[in-house]
């Protein structure tokens, strides 16, 4: 009995050896019908020892040690790989929305980079063909400040400040800093209740506040029920849920209480103004008034707005298709339609004008208030340039002093690329391809498509799109230029 016992684990053992590669891999040991080793011949320290880095957790800390073989425990397919499970490809460094900045292989959670290339995800070039200044204006965030206030521009790219290696403060502009995440009282990051992303903590459910300090008292499942409205959506698409109650986005930059509103924000009083603005109580044309972001018309008045008089011969539809002319809008979106006629605004402005208010010369203006560069004037909005320039606004010369190499090194935009591939070079500048009309920028950079709309017109129709911010008219503000500001309301 004890001999068969004992041949039958010789030749128990000599099968291991058909078994697939990883077995060979593996200190001799006994494996089940499940392919799991029921019993390891290595002392139990030589296999931990096997599993882990000298002084580190077994197995990084993500997986199990089976006979100095570590089995990583994987809840996401492929995301941790390596002989003591130390490598993730996805915590490799992210640039401008590129893994290893496109300039790199991710490699074990770190970039290795492309000849040409360096840093900790392959951002920076080692050679710099830039000038400081327009390396500085490569670095400056939205409000013209280089890397945020919070790095160094290297080449037209930001190195963000990281005290110790600490990776909190980061971004194209080193806009983001987690450190501002960061619980005061237990020095965790967003109490160890939900996850940082560009200094704001995104809570688990069942808890809320700045930094996820609190616990809510009720269930997600009761959290979600009391925030949705009655169309189904979570606070109307308006607002923040927090613990059961929304909180609604307010247009307005002061935090006064706005246009939105109701426990589950289904009120929007905008849609009860002809013109959105902000600080009037002008509601329903002034004459209706405003339940819950419907006009309830005063006697004589109708329309979705209360901008239609009874009186007028023409029904409602008459007025708005007289109004709109050839445009989408009533009054091109750049007036308030009364009986068929249009009042253009903003009142006293004659910049804006035409029967249907489709004349808008603010649009033959730079950003610096230059009227066709200088080159032209402006008609009905667009630009008619003197002879030898040419250009949306007249902004380019036909004769240029410069060799072809001279103005194809001033087109090209930092990665080397001429007009970032989405335009032509013309002495020294970049002409933007005419069939994307939404590319704009020194270098054809920027997608004015990111611009915000409101009533379906790029910055309401009260301003210029610059590289996906809007530019607001004088007495226009808002990120759409949606709220007017003026004494007098249009």
Known sequence: MHMRGLLGLVLLMVS???LPSLRHA????LWSSSGSPVLCLLPRAEAELRCRVPGGPLCSGRGRCNCGVCICQVTEAGKYYGPLCECQDWVCEIYDGKVCAGHGKCDCGKCKCDEGWYGEACQYPTTCN???KKSNEMCKNSQDII??????CQCGRCKCVNSGGSGLVYG?????DDRECIDDETEEICTGHGQCYCGNCYCEAGWHGDKCEFQCDITPWEIKKRCTSPDGKICSNRGTCVCGECTCHDVDPTGDWGDIHGDTCECDERNCKAVYDRYSDDFCSGHGQCNCGKCDCKEGWTGKKCEHPRSCPLSAEESAKKCK??????????????????????????RVYGKNCECDDRQCESVDGNVCGGHGICSCGRCVCQEGWFGKLCQYSRKCNMTEEESRSLCESADGVLCSGKGSCHCGKCICSPQEWYISGDFCECDDR?????DGLICTGNGVCNCGNCECWEGW??????IWLGTEYP
């Open 16 to 18: 291991v050896g058909s």
């Open 172 to 176: 194209k502009f080193c806009e983001c």
């Open 26 to 29: 593996t200190p001799p040991a």
């Open 130 to 132: 830039l000038t400081r």
């Open 325 to 350: 002319g050839n445009s989408n809008l009533p009054c091109s979106g750049r007036g308030k339609c009364e009986c068929g006629q249009c009042t253009c605004f903003p009142p006293g402005d004659n």
């Open 450 to 454: 990111d611009c915000d709309k409101h």
């Open 147 to 152: 890397c945020s206030g919070a790095g160094t």
């Open 477 to 482: 503000n808002g990120n759409a230029c949606e």
